[in-house]
């Protein structure tokens, strides 16, 4: 792995139980091991995905040996957290209150530890140009933006605001919620007379639209790992996919040919990987992360989204990521598990 | 810059290269992960068509159940044999005779719910390429077989009648010009899954009239027949025409999904190919299942059950139009006269498949109509489900919908346009069975 020396201003982890009644039961309740609750399902779009990313840490972590319980998140959450009294959550939520902080707030709240970023640094990294803006300030690249609400095209009227877009990023153009993941409501806009129906379709996930320009290269994922002497990037994993890397082709089998490690020369793995752990960096993550890039022809890797929860399914690309590198993949989940339960330093 | 590394790609899948031409089409949709959500309590799905069980003497069937196993339990857990129990199928007969069916026990085949049974009628008929005439809109599972058997599906239009007789002899006509072999049509008479209607008893001897002259087999599929609100069951189409047409019926909707129970009844003929076919595919249907619907229908009053679950349906039937016309005026729709379903026209411009997003935000979920038409069209229809929310969450989930509608409406009005997705036909969009 290409390591880093750690973020000069970590965020402040989840510290020792604010709530007593929601403790850890000790080391009885489990013959030794942790008592793990994984957080997958909620409400979002993406509740299929994260049910199956549950799904499978669960059974890694339990092929190492501990006790892991799945759970959806709902109106009982609180009330099974009191009772399960888990070592270390695990929160595998995938769109909103998921990756937007909320569930972690409410697990520093409780004094729970949990894997991964904190709340507010999960925020951020929730909406994309709120981090496009923190990646640019830190002299990273990521295509070139504008942010607009849909009240704006309605108050201003949607051509012209349209025409002044493509006259000020051009063509292609990349049209995406600012928040939410999976590629769903994202359209790839070759001719301006498809804006409409591109923002059409975006607007049907959120009320704001983050419009960038398309880069052309090579699309990569570039997985981070906390580890003993700072971050470290896993293999860049590259993606190949023809009509676009989609839903159907992050999710149906067979639809999009990786490679991992990404056919890369030694200086672009290094590049891209300073990138990604520059960018865990910056935005104070934690854990692991997994940030998204083109890598153009000029040797530019353009940050496209950082995800502080990354798919986990059979398809995802920090699984893949971890194969490349010959690490065990349940080793590692434990790893990162152990990470959690460390005092904060 | 140095060599790059010789990295072999991986899709993640080592048979990709090996599956059959007809597996492409198995592919799930963003549209079918968006219902992933709808099956939580907080949201309420207008989208499945799931029977409500809870009316069901579950304590009652218990002890059936118990005393079955206690009693045949050798017999229950056994082999069966592949045409099914002859005692389920003399309870068949009678069931069937409720819509003027009159049929000998020889004449049923069981199956693993008429879903296998629509399987097997496919499989013996149809082969690659064929021509099957199907309703438009139409059942979305019966159109995911045909896909499967790699059918070309032509659809013909409905109206407030059922299929249309003129527009059925037109696209038979055309189709033979055009030296095409077709192989069945497929329809749903009565309360039509999506659009709730039925067709008439005028069109009956019609379609079947234009079928016979055209040489093309009938297959009736018949799930909601008993579940009319009005008066008495329509006479089923084979009541009509025994050597023409294929009758498949299922316990799913009168009784319990859960048991996988269902039928086809068919000429001699017909029936052999079925028998071998279901014991190629099956071997033979559960004798477990097939014995407890046979002592429920032996045991409990079936017809009464029946007869609640029509006055159960019906005040769903009534919520769900009721709060339509109160919240959804701009929409029009039908008011099925039975059956589970209402096909809502969306104002114009709306795309219904485009919505579901801001549906699921809005906790509320139905199943757009492009699943029901071969061709990914239907795109300004909705399915909307009376048969498993109560009343009270209809209303409610009737108002969210609203709230949609309008604001995909204004979305629209911005930007003159709809989403106007292509969504790939192959993709399946249709909920899986177990979405409420």
Redesign the interface.
Known sequence: MTSSAPAPSAPAPSGDPADSSFGPAGSDATDGGPLVVVLS?G???????S?RSGRRVAEALRSTGIEVIVHDV?ADLLTFLRDTRPDVVWPLLHGASGEDGSVRDVLDMVGLPYVGTGPRASRVVWNKPISKAALLEAGLATPDYVTLP?SL??DLG??PVLDTIVRRLGLPLVVKPTEGG?A??VTVVARAGDL??A???C???GETALIEQAIDGVELAVSVIDGPDGPEALPAV?I?ADGGY???AR??????????????????ATLVSDAAIRAHQVLHLRHLSRTDMILDRSGTAHILEVNVAPGMT??SLLP?AVAASGHDLAALYRTIIDMALAPVR | MNELPETPGNRLDPWFGSYAARAHGMRASEIRALFAVANRPEVVSLAGGMPYLEGLPLDVIAETMQRLIATKGTTALQYGSGQGEEVLREHITQVVALEGVSAHPDDVVVTTGSQSALDLVTRIFVDPGDVVIAEAPSYVGALGVFRSYQADVVQVPLDADGLVPAELDATLTRLAAEGRRVKFLYTVPNFQNPAGVSLSAERRPQVLEICRRHGVLVVEDNPYGLLGFDGEPMPALRSYDTDGVLYLGSFSKTFAPGYRVGFVIAPHAVRDKLVLASESAVLSPSNASQLAVATYLDTCDWKAQIKDYRELYRERRDALVGALGEHLPSASWNVPKGGFFVWVRLPDGLDARAMLPRAVTARVAYVPGTAFYYDGSGSDHMRLSFCFPTPDRIREGVRRLAGVVNGESELVQIFGTSAQLDPDADDVEGPAPDLA
Request: a negative charge.
């Open positions: 399902g409400l979002s779009h993406e509740r299929d995905v049910l709902d849909q095209f309605r949607a051509q999976s769903l409501g409409p129906r923002m059409v379709e607007f049907a996930y590259e190949v989609d839903y159907a999710y149906v089998a067979g639809e999009t040919e990786f490679f991992a490690p990404a056919r890369l020369t030694a200086e672009q059979e398809m893949q």
